[in-house]
């Protein structure tokens, strides 16, 4: 029996606080949820409930009192529904979490590994900068004390994801003794792009994802870009025959996890009442129009305005479509206290305003863009979608191009770019584009909405099966087998 210990910005649960005090609990989403089903209460998994401790930011004021009340014994930190998992959520200084969070992962990052940046006009490294990459280092600290400290000799370590690139490091020079797993979710950049960062900034989060004896992605082309990084690192030798990094004495095995989807779960929640409404409203605004679905957070890199414009080169180059179509496109919030993010959402409605007022008719909506957050009503687009839009300019993986034709109701034509990571699984039965090349896009959704019914059907189910190959549990699972 062995613990495994859990590190993400992001925890499985969250806490509401309400006007007298009392804390309400939500469960979160996401793989890791499910993929902790591998080693939490089965009989085949290496440790039970009580051997699992995720570690997490606090994101809230719910969450920093949850924190603050298992410091203080006044709340258990195990029992919450989490699979079972026990949860430390770590109350790190407002300041210093925005910093990291905001100035480092998600505007520096995430804009390395997605190829963002604007670059004649940034990104723009000066002293501000270096006092951001203070509090990122001091986040990835506050989790590699937390980590050390509850760790049981011997224990294994999951650090996730770009938010956490320091701590396999620092934690194994606190703790030796652990066995060590980071896996990446975003992209890797190539050299070329990813040398944008300072050199002693862009050394230390290669040395620091390093202090892993297992570093994992998403795809064989992101684990590839990492190993092309790692030769540029001093003092470092890379075995590709062995997917091998070696630096000062201690080996960092490179590993490839494709993510897929938990069919069976998903296909239950897809099968609940409020979905079921939800299809029935959505029907009825279509009537009997093919549909055309896009799902994204309004996030740079997911391509949102490109697909528009080729939704709408579609409509003039081939009129016939024209009060016989509908596109849906979800485009939720995401991180909106960023301006480059709250200029691209004004970005997205004004291109959806101009497709419904060049096109509209008063007896036929040519688009309809749903900002509201609404989960039951992504399952339902899913299901009754005949053309699936999934675009982005760079994507780890995309489990909406998997999610989509898994819960396709009678087959759906994927439209998938060529730049996300599923295209690696899905590509042969999926039509491809060039996410930067709005025309080829507009004749991929033009040939798809042709595609005979059998023909799709036979793709739909093909991709499904593709989709579901490596589920979150088994994901999960093989990283911790990794270490042994």
């Known amino acids: 029996m062995s613990q495994v210990l859990v590190a993400s910005n992001r925890g499985p649960v969250s ?3 309400s006007d007298d005090g009392a804390l309400t ?3 979160g989403g996401g793989g890791l949820v499910s993929g902790l089903a591998a080693v939490t209460g089965s009989p085949e998994g290496p ?3 009580e051997d699992v401790l995720w570690v997490c930011a606090a994101l809230s004021d719910g969450d920093r009192s949850a924190a603050r009340a298992v410091t203080d014994g006044r709340l258990d930190r195990a029992g919450h529904d989490t699979g079972g998992a026990a949860v430390r959520m770590l109350d790190i200084p407002a300041a210093t979490f925005q910093r990291a969070y905001n100035a480092v992962a998600n505007s520096t990052l995430w ?17 501000r900068a270096r006092r951001d990459w203070q509090s990122y280092e001091a986040y990835n600290a506050a989790f590699a004390d937390a980590l050390a400290r509850d760790a049981a000799q011997g224990a ?11 701590a396999p490091r620092m934690l194994r020079d606190r703790r030796p003794d652990l066995k060590i797993v980071h896996f990446s979710h975003t992209p890797w950049a190539p050299p070329e792009y990813y040398r944008l960062l300072p050199d002693d900034i862009g050394e230390q989060i290669l040395d620091g994802i390093l202090g892993a004896d297992h570093a994992g992605f998403l795809t064989e082309r992101w684990a590839a870009a990492f190993l092309d ?38 296909r239950r929640r897809a099968a609940e009442e409020d979905v079921a409404a939800r299809v029935r409203s959505l029907r009825a605004q279509v009537g009997g129009r093919q549909l055309i679905v896009r799902v994204d957070r309004t996030e740079l890199s997911k391509n949102i305005v490109r697909g528009l414009a080729a939704y709408r080169e579609m409509l003039v180059n081939h009129p016939e479509w024209r009060g016989r179509v509908v596109h849906l496109a979800f485009a939720y919030p995401s991180r909106y206290d960023l301006p480059e993010y709250r200029a691209y959402t004004a970005a997205v409605q004004q291109a959806a305003e101009q497709i419904i007022d060049e096109f509209g008719t008063p007896d036929w909506d040519p688009l309809i863009l749903q900002v509201n957050d609404d989960y039951p009503r992504s399952l339902a687009a899913y299901r009754i979608a005949d053309v699936l839009l999934v675009n982005p300019i760079r994507d780890g993986m995309n489990l909406i191009a998997k999610e989509g034709p898994v819960l396709s109701d009678r087959g759906c034509a994927l439209v998938l770019s060529r730049e996300a990571g599923a295209a690696a699984e899905l590509a042969e039965d999926a039509l491809m584009v060039n996410p930067y090349d709005v ?4 004749e991929a959704l033009h040939r798809a909405l042709l595609m005979p019914p059998g ?12 989709a579901t190959a490596l589920p979150p549990q088994q994901w999960f699972a093989d990283q911790l087998a990794a270490l042994d």
């Open 455 to 466: 023909a799709r059907e036979e793709r739909c189910r093909r991709l499904a099966v593709a």
């Open 47 to 49: 440790g039970t409930a």
């Open 439 to 442: 025309s080829q896009t507009a």
């Open 111 to 127: 804009f390395v590994h997605h190829l963002l940046y604007d670059t004649p006009r940034s990104p723009h490294f000066d002293a």
């Open 15 to 17: 806490f509401s606080l």
């Open 25 to 27: 609990m939500r469960r």
């Open 156 to 166: 294994k370590a999951a650090v996730q994801d770009y938010h956490l690139s320091l």
């Open 229 to 266: 990084c790692c030769e540029h690192l001093p003092g470092t030798k890379v075995d590709r025959l062995a997917q091998t990094v070696t630096r000062g004495g201690h080996v960092t095995r490179i590993g490839v996890h494709g993510l897929g989807v938990d069919a069976d779960a998903l």
